[in-house]
């Protein structure tokens, strides 16, 4: 395995998840970055990078000063679903450059708690103003970029409804063993179809779940390992990428900036997709599991149906477990969901997931995982791959 072992990750959290309807999403993101640094080990005084977005005027201004810090190193990027895989591979390379010793990435939301309080609606918008304004009047709604996508696919390969739906059928068998999940109780194909359109060809089941809920993941340097906890697991590689902001400029709908964010960090990393144990991928829709390991290089452009269909996205008994704590799509989804792909990711590489704990042909842990957020409308990817310590 060709990889500079600089930064490690020692420590990852979720806060209160799911249902939290007496917390404000403030409250949300120190509960996790405590529980963080507790995971470690290490006090909150060795943190001197901190990166976090999607709350307050000046994030991550507001949070870092709500938490204490006053950090020497800042990330505010915002990208969507995607933010915390490129937030992970600036605060690495901020690391091995000598920029900081440790950096705390941590997000909260109330995302569920707000719609029943009526502090906010269902629908998210992102303006009437640049590239929005030629798709807006025209009710082209967030969830409706990603059914015509879907579709694209569909008309172009074959896939079928029916293979979408096991996307979530498996994401909620994965989730059945996951304590912390939203949803356990198993679905069917039948029952995926069967529920209400939401935006053809996607039913009710096909969508994420709305939830309340934060997560923090700490990185630091690697002489800092030795002070914590936790075993390390460590950055290997990572890539990031853009692709479009308007639909009309969006080359082929059935490919996903994680085609090239993907081939940047298995590059980076030294390591190829067919020696990786796990992934853990950003599933708002079905749709977004499958063109994803497509573009990952787990099986061919247009073969993702194929793949999905035959139950290897289990825990238990699949050849490659996707999404191990039930995903967006049963487990939680607060809003910009990429930080929980990190901590997932870590704690199956540390071996800590109980009855959903992924293992090799031999009975081993896991070694080598892969996380990959994407944002917008599959208008950005970040991708991170980890390696056990």
């Not at 969508?207 to 697991?233: F, N, Y």
């Amino acid at each position: 395995m060709v990889a500079r072992r600089k930064v490690a990750v020692v420590g990852v959290a979720l806060s209160d998840c799911g249902r939290v309807d007496d917390a404000t999403p403030y409250a949300l993101h120190a509960q996790a970055a405590r529980r963080a640094l507790a995971d470690a080990g290490l006090d909150r005084s060795l943190v001197d990078g901190f990166a976090s977005a999607g709350l307050g005027t000046l994030a991550p201004v507001e949070v870092a000063e709500y938490l204490g810090l006053r950090p020497t190193w800042v990330d505010s990027t915002s990208v969507g679903g995607s933010t915390w895989e490129v937030m992970a591979a600036h605060a690495a390379d901020a690391i091995a450059a000598g920029h900081a010793r440790a950096v705390l990435l941590v997000y909260g939301s109330t995302a569920r708690a707000d719609v029943r309080a009526g502090r906010r609606t269902g629908t998210l918008s992102f303006g009437t103003r640049g590239p929005a304004q030629f798709e807006v009047p025209y009710g082209h709604t967030l969830i409706a970029k990603y059914a015509m996508a879907a579709r694209r696919h569909m008309i172009e390969y074959g896939t079928t409804i029916e293979q979408l739906a096991e996307v979530a059928v498996q994401a909620r068998a994965n989730a059945a063993l996951n304590p912390e999940a939203m949803f356990r109780t198993p679905i069917t194909v039948e029952e995926v179809l069967a529920g209400p359109m939401i935006a053809d060809p996607f039913t009710k089941l096909h969508c994420c779940v709305r939830s309340d809920g934060g997560a923090a993941v700490l990185l630091v340097a690697r002489e800092c390992v030795r002070d914590c906890r936790t075993a390390p697991v460590w950055v290997l590689g990572s890539g990031e990428s853009v692709s479009h902001a308007a639909m009309s400029e969006w080359p082929d709908f059935t490919v996903s900036p994680a085609a090239v964010s993907g081939r940047l960090a298995f590059e980076r990393a030294g390591v190829r997709p067919s020696e990786i144990d796990f992934a853990e991928l950003y599933d708002a829709f079905t749709y977004m599991t499958l063109v994803t390991l497509e573009d990952l290089g787990f099986c061919g452009k247009g073969e993702g149906g194929a793949f999905v269909e035959k139950g290897r996205l289990r825990v238990e008994g699949g050849e490659l477990p996707v999404n191990t704590d039930g995903g967006g799509l049963s487990a939680q989804h607060p809003g910009m969901r990429g930080l929980f792909l990190l901590v997932e990711a870590v704690r199956q590489l540390r071996g800590e997931c109980g009855e959903r704990q992924v293992r090799r042909g031999d009975g081993a842990l896991p070694r080598l995982a892969v996380a990959s957020g994407t944002g917008g409308w599959f208008c950005s990817s970040g991708t991170v791959v980890l390696g056990a310590g």
